[in-house]
């Protein structure tokens, strides 16, 4: 089976050897993402809000490149850098995941750049 890498300049470059997603199928995996502003390239958010916002523009501009949407997830994982942060992450979640696909959600020791949240999605096309 092919797989195609999935790239946009509408999501923060990989910041390690990866891709933002790969499709496999007719299926789309994409990477963790973490609230970098793709216009900078730093993280502006402060707050686990807001942070929350900018990771899911970045998910709905990979999963847009790779030809699907918000829509068509059927599985998340959630990493938290506070537990204490869960409803106001799932005020904002719950916003863009209408559709209620599966999900894991868990909280972390660090995330990459000292971040508050990070989520990958694995999606249909």
Request: glycine share 6%; hydrophobic share 40%; proline share 5%.
């Amino acid at each position: 089976m092919e797989l195609k890498k999935v790239s946009t300049e509408k999501a923060p470059s990989a910041i390690g050897p990866y891709s933002q997603a790969i499709v496999c199928g007719e299926m789309v995996f994409t990477s963790g993402q973490i609230p970098i502003n793709p216009a900078s390239g730093q993280v502006e958010a402060k707050d686990i809000t807001a942070q929350t916002e900018q990771v899911m523009q970045n998910l709905g501009a990979v999963l847009s490149a790779s030809g699907s949407s918000f829509e068509k997830a059927v599985k998340t994982t959630c990493f938290l850098a506070e537990i204490a942060d869960f409803s106001a992450f799932n005020e904002v979640y719950g916003k863009y995941f209408t559709t209620k696909p599966a999900r894991s959600c868990v909280a972390v020791k660090d995330l990459p750049k000292g971040v508050l949240v990070e989520v990958e999605v694995i999606a249909t096309l």
